[in-house]
């Protein structure tokens, strides 16, 4: 069973406009944390969030906010007034307190049309 | 400080050659994992290595393996190359077994024909 689920797979929006990606996972450790990562064409992914499962405090970063609910499993990434660059491919990913792997989700290709 | 560096960016290798991929850490960083990212899907971790010590390793076969030097560069090799091996192959590092996250590379594009 995939840990993480990135429904996703492509989304178009035009720029200004708001974008959520959606992000489920499934784990049975109490201590886990979960990040988002951004791929651009160039193929190094980029660190853009961390949180740990204690901590369920909804973060804004700029543009960027993150909704963490441990209810639903749900780690969802919201870019406000979206721009051209932002189109890359964004992957949610989670590392489980036991383990020493990151669990990747299939990722969702993001295109922001000027 | 640099990031993590990876060589070769592409390599065009013939099914049951053997191949060595080669990762530089970032600075600082004693944790090296390799993941594999085929094309249109999420990295796969092949495995970690923690001051030199394989950490962990997910579900490859053997043929592919590693090396951490006292440096905290890392190889990665893959013996008798299928098609299927074709992916981009990703380094990461970091300077806490990934607690924290990692600093990817740019990735090696290996194609096998």
């Known amino acids: 069973a995939q840990k993480v689920t990135q429904a996703q797979t492509e989304i178009s929006v035009v720029e200004k406009e708001d974008v959520t990606l959606d992000c489920v996972y499934e784990?049975?450790?109490?201590?886990?944390?979960l990040f988002w990562y951004k791929q651009p064409p160039s193929g190094e992914l980029v660190f853009l969030i961390r949180r740990n499962s204690f901590d369920e405090q909804n973060e804004i970063s700029g543009r960027y906010s993150w909704n963490f609910q441990k209810s639903t499993s749900s780690f969802n990434f919201t870019i406000t007034a979206s721009q051209v660059v932002d189109s890359a491919v964004y992957f949610c990913?989670?590392?489980?307190?036991?383990?020493?792997?990151?669990?990747f989700g299939t990722g969702t290709s993001l295109t922001v049309i000027p | 400080e640099t990031g993590v560096t990876q060589s070769p960016t592409h390599l065009i290798k013939t099914r049951g050659q053997q191949v060595t991929l080669r990762c530089s850490s970032q600075s600082g960083h004693n944790t090296v994992s390799w993941y594999q990212q085929a094309l249109g899907q999420g990295p796969q971790f092949i495995f970690q290595y923690y001051r030199e010590e394989e950490n962990g390793r997910g579900n490859f076969p053997p043929r592919f393996s590693g090396l951490q030097f006292p440096n905290y560069s890392s190889e990665l090799n893959v013996n008798a190359l299928e098609l299927d091996d074709s992916a981009l192959y990703l380094c990461a590092s970091s300077p806490d077994l990934g607690t924290y996250g990692y600093t990817f590379g740019s990735g090696t594009r290996l194609t096998v024909v």
């Open positions: 784990t049975r450790d109490t201590t886990y944390y």
């Open positions: 990913a989670l590392s489980e307190g036991t383990g020493n792997q990151f669990y």
